[in-house]
């Protein structure tokens, strides 16, 4: 089993900067990779970001890319999602999850493990 736990989430205008953080326990070691996906109000949930655990590779969705940065802090094991620059279109549900030992990092069908999530609100 892994527990993940999403904080970080808040309020913010257009261009701003926002810094989510994943703790995560449990067997997490297990998994693939550890990622972020968000939901808008009308839309479906989307992948965002992830990074491997043992590798570090980061894979991120063309929105994401040059705005948002994923890391891993090996000490706490706590996965990060730094978002700058960020859009009203960004606006949704961030959840953290966990895959299993394979899957694609793109789907949400490969993660095993969800957290509850973590609001954000990006306004004009």
């Known amino acids: 089993q892994v527990q993940l736990a999403e904080s970080g989430g808040g309020v913010v205008q257009t261009g701003d900067s926002l810094s989510l953080s994943c703790a995560t326990s449990?067997?997490?070691?297990?998994?693939?990779?550890v990622g972020w996906f968000r939901q808008g109000p009308t839309k479906d949930r989307e992948f965002v970001a992830s990074?491997?655990?043992?590798?570090?590779?980061?894979f991120y969705a063309e929105g994401a890319k040059g705005r948002f940065t994923i890391a891993r802090d090996l000490a706490t094991n706590t996965v990060t999602l730094q978002m700058t620059n960020l859009k009203t279109e960004d606006t949704g549900v961030y959840y953290c999850a966990a895959m299993g030992p394979t899957g694609n990092v793109y789907q949400a069908s490969g993660y095993a493990y969800w957290g509850q999530g973590t609001h954000v609100t990006v306004s004009s």
């Open positions: 449990g067997r997490v070691f297990a998994s693939y990779a």
């Open positions: 990074i491997s655990w043992i590798n570090l590779n980061e």
